[in-house]
């Protein structure tokens, strides 16, 4: 089988990659990780300049005519430059929903750089299951009332809108019931309490206090959400181990650099087959990692292949950030030093949309014939 990139695949991913190179060094990322959380400079470039916000959609819809593949290969180079501006949250999560329930309005916004989205499904006490929503809203007149608490919510503080899992139906952890909702952030009733998250982006606990949202909020049919909310998850589960492959990748590729440099007993220390064993380890689930998510994507939507390539690049994360701190010694831990960042991020992804040991939990409910 044939897995090279096209010839526009791989315009796409070099033409990403070299902007990065010139626009998004560590000093620039960290004066937009010390300020608000993102560039809307950056962004408008990527609708404009490059495109990439067009990347997965349709040629009707005014995109480029990809799809999966395309999104793994721009998450990789954002994770290699540790992007910290919405693509996620906007274009695979954002973009999904709208992409699955006609939202033709949504998807222009995005595409044109004027729409962000966040996506509000994680509460205090559901441990990454999405069908653990307690979130509720009720119909009031034409429209409906949101009431609740949604946590963690990625990107929240400089997203246009807000994408909502409420239960409007059925009792607690059950997959009927469960409604989905387009709402304006900072609309009356929302409450954001914003913080900066460990690897220098922005999330916000979001509570609805008797929000009144209008009847077109609602996005695709009532109490039917649950399989749509699932498999747009998996997408983004699975383009987010595509940007973990450049985290991946980085942490092997500066420790890598930083132990040919530094030397000790008057050689490098790259030259100790000791090291030289461990920075194997590291090439070796950067590349695991990248075979595991050309497996999920190819396989999408197919959820036992997105855990278990997720449960195992998760494991190959927490390795690899180790690794590259100790290698790296007292200055990886160091603010000055991107090194510290890769970690950092690969920490947060290990945990994002469920852990390495949710994952190998619901594999294994998959595995045996459970419904996940």
């Known amino acids: 089988m044939d897995f090279s990139y096209t010839e526009t695949q791989t315009m796409v991913r070099d033409t990403l990659a070299r902007f990065l190179a010139d626009r998004y ?17 950056i962004w408008r470039a990527f609708a404009e300049d490059l495109g990439i916000l067009a990347a997965p959609f349709s040629e009707a819809h005014g995109g480029l005519g990809g799809g999966a593949v395309e999104t793994m290969i ?20 954002g973009g999904g929903f709208a992409r699955e329930t006609g939202r033709d309005d949504l998807i222009e916004g995005i595409i044109s750089g004027t729409t962000t989205t966040a996506f509000a499904w994680a509460e205090p006490k559901g441990r990454f299951d999405p069908a653990n929503v307690t979130t509720g809203a009720k119909r009031s007149g ?17 997203a246009s809108h807000l994408i909502v899992t409420a239960r409007t139906g059925g009792g607690p952890r059950e997959r009927s019931g469960i409604s989905l909702f387009l709402v304006e952030n900072g609309a009356k009733g929302i409450v954001r309490r914003d913080y900066p998250t460990a690897d220098g982006g ?10 009144d949202v209008p009847g077109e909020a609602l996005l695709g049919e009532a109490d039917a959400a649950f399989p749509l909310v699932s498999r747009i998850i998996d997408e983004a589960t699975t383009a987010l181990c595509a940007e973990a492959v450049g985290v991946l990748r980085e942490l092997h590729r500066q420790t890598q650099d930083y132990a040919q440099q530094r030397k000790q007993f008057g050689q490098p220390i790259s030259k100790f087959q000791v090291l030289q064993h461990r920075m194997v380890d590291m090439f070796m689930e950067a590349e695991q990692a990248a075979s595991m998510t050309l497996m999920a994507t190819l396989k999408l939507p197919d959820p036992a292949a997105v855990s ?15 690794e590259a701190i100790q290698i790296h010694g007292g200055m990886g831990m ?4 991107a090194i510290g960042h890769y970690f950092k991020r690969a920490t947060m992804i290990e945990s994002q949309f469920g852990n390495t040991d949710w994952h190998l939990g619901r594999y294994e409910a998959l595995a045996f014939g459970e419904a996940a």
């Open 25 to 41: 060094d560590h000093e620039t990322r960290m004066k937009i990780a010390r300020g608000d959380g993102w560039s809307p400079d």
């Open 142 to 158: 034409g429209g409906w009332t949101l009431s609740g608490h949604k946590a963690v919510v990625r990107d929240a503080p400089f």
């Open 334 to 337: 160091t603010d000055e030093l």
């Open 308 to 322: 278990m390539a997720k449960a195992k690049i998760g494991k190959g994360l927490t390795l690899s950030g180790q």
């Open 202 to 211: 922005r999330a916000s606990e979001v509570y609805f206090e008797a929000a």
């Open 74 to 93: 721009v998450m990789e180079e954002l994770g290699k430059a540790l992007v910290l501006e919405p693509y996620l949250s906007t274009v695979v999560i």
